[in-house]
């Protein structure tokens, strides 16, 4: 549906040359919601600029259902950029006009009629769940309310592709869970394929099949969100991924963990469950088998796609010679296991 092929861009500023893409290709296929995710400057907003030419690559192609869009005039891209919507960070909407006005705004343009206006208007006001809130003007809104006027204004050209600029990093973390469930529920609804971009994993995660990680305006990683979970194969994605999935040892532990055995002292270890694993009931196959016991301090379970994954910090108890044997079926069972230590 989307897709960008060996796409440059070099700005040109103050006599210094920018590149802030560098032949970036991606194919983002019809119906998914595919994710870019990248460090501050990394490129993000140029290439998500790219994909309806607000911002025009340097050298490079970009297909939008099959379209070049490079190829074409000023008005065939007019047109092209009615099947593709976008929502902004800080929303732009018209403060003069209320949410009605707002969301009939791109109707008008198009020489829609009053009636169907209405219409349409009313039925993607309810779709965004804000029916009540049709003749409030913006301002009295909160962020939130804002961004669903942006996508019910964005939906009103029946657009095919939606493009999300960072379009939760100005809200809470409770508002940004309802922005992404109504962004998945009209991927799922209207079978509109998403891109966005963001420098947050946890958005990665809760909502995008697909992920591509860019960094100095190359792409360094894409892939299913899943496998890049599971394996992620440069730094920089294990460093997003340990940001989504993030755990510590509690501090009245961390001040009695001993780096040694002394003897009476229990092993605290660490598992990383991947997908193979983590549907499987490993630690009470562990106590049956080995007769030990295990006590879990702090666990993250989580899942991206439809694979499950997570991390376990537990201490093993019981038969101390059994000790060696857990953590051998742990790791034959593809549990990354790593004792950090005796308590
Ligand atoms: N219009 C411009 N003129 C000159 N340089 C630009 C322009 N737009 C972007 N850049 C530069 O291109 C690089 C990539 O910028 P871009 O905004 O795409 O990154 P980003 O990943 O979206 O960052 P952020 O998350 O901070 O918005 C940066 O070095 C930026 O300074």
Known sequence: MIEFRNISKVFRHNEREITALSEVSLTVKAGEIFGVIGKSGAGKSTLIRCA???ER?????????????????ESQLVQQRRQIGMIFQHFNLLSSRTVAENVAFPLELIGTSKNEIDN?????????GLQDKATQYPAKLSGGQKQRVAIA????NNPKVLLCDEATSA???????????????INKRLNITILLITHEMAVIKSICDSVAVIDEGRLIENGKVAD???NPSTSLAKDFIAS???????EHFRKRLSPVDTGDLVPLLRLEMTSQTADQPILSQVSRIFNVDTNIISAQMDHAGDKNFGIILLTLSGHVHHYEDAIKYFKDHHIKTEILGYV
């Open 52 to 54: 309806n030419l607000l």
């Open 57 to 73: 690559p340097t050298s490079g192609t970009v297909f939008i259902d099959g379209h070049d869009l490079t190829a074409l005039s």
């Open 120 to 128: 349409r208007v009313h039925e993607l006001l309810n779709l965004v």
């Open 153 to 156: 204004r964005t939906l009103a």
């Open 171 to 185: 809200l809470d973390p409770a508002t940004t869970r309802s922005i992404l469930a109504l962004l998945k529920d």
């Open 228 to 230: 890049v979970f599971m």
């Open 244 to 250: 989504a999935l993030h755990i510590e040892i509690p």
